[in-house]
């Protein structure tokens, strides 16, 4: 039951960012920019891999020439092979559009949760360690990832069981992200920062998991993101790693 309720909290603190950012529209808007600007990547890149599908698939499974349905299954491949890079983008979106938008969506995180005491640092100095922050993330998401995306063609377990694991895997990432500007703040490592949001882990997940849904649906993301910066801003101060 606890961890029910922590998940629930975890839901309820995206809403409180998107409360959040409905209060204080000038954010919203400029916090509009930076992950439009990824979007327009993103979109191109999948219409790239929607097109060359079935051609991609037929080069990765030269082995089913001979099959009798050979066709239909190389189609498989090719939707499996959309839907996985469909999933690598929603979460590297976020990492993306961090990246292109630092300076705002610092200013966002520290707004959303004023830290008196803190020396804010300039977003020249942290966006390198950002950077690399993010491609340590990116390793473990692929780490999960690549297995999960064989896994999936495993008849019946393949298309009920795994896609809810991957999608729990997607939205912890997810929130390991959108939490990593609070959490920087507060003079945490990645160690650190990974080793609250494992103890957490259910509030972690209510918080990324409808974050990860919404991002799937085409330009949500866009207005979703300055609200998930601002959820995970008040997530960190109110639960993973109070002030007071």
Known sequence: MRSLRDFVAGV???????????????????????????????????????????????????????????????????????????GLAVLTFTALTLAIGEPFYEKLSATADPLPDVEEQPWWRTLPRSIRDSLVTLGYVLLFSVPLFFLGFIPVVGQTVIPVIGGAVSGFFLTVELTTLAMERRGLARKERFAILRANKAAALGFGVPIFLLFLVPFVAVIAMPAAVAGAALLVRARLAPTS
């Open 12 to 86: 309820g603190f995206f809403a409180q960012g998107v409360g959040w950012v409905a209060r204080h529209g000038r954010w919203w808007g400029f916090g509009l920019l930076p992950a439009l600007i990824a979007f327009v990547v993103y979109v191109g890149a999948l219409i790239l891999l929607g097109t060359n599908a079935l051609d991609l698939a037929q080069v990765l499974t030269p082995f089913a020439d001979a099959w009798g349905w050979r066709d239909g299954f190389r189609v498989l491949i090719g939707i499996v092979l959309f839907l996985g890079g469909l």
